[in-house]
């Protein structure tokens, strides 16, 4: 059972990560075409 938990953990983190990264490069492309505006 705990194995289990630490996978979902595991996952939980991935994912929470993979978002934030991907926030953050839409926040740059936006930057970037507030820029060329």
Known sequence: MACENEA???VF????QFR???DREIG???M???DLD
Do not use: S
């Open 28 to 30: 740059l492309q936006l």
């Open 32 to 34: 970037i075409e507030e």
């Open 8 to 10: 979902v953990t595991d």
């Open 20 to 22: 934030a990264d991907t």
């Open 13 to 16: 983190i991935t994912r929470n």
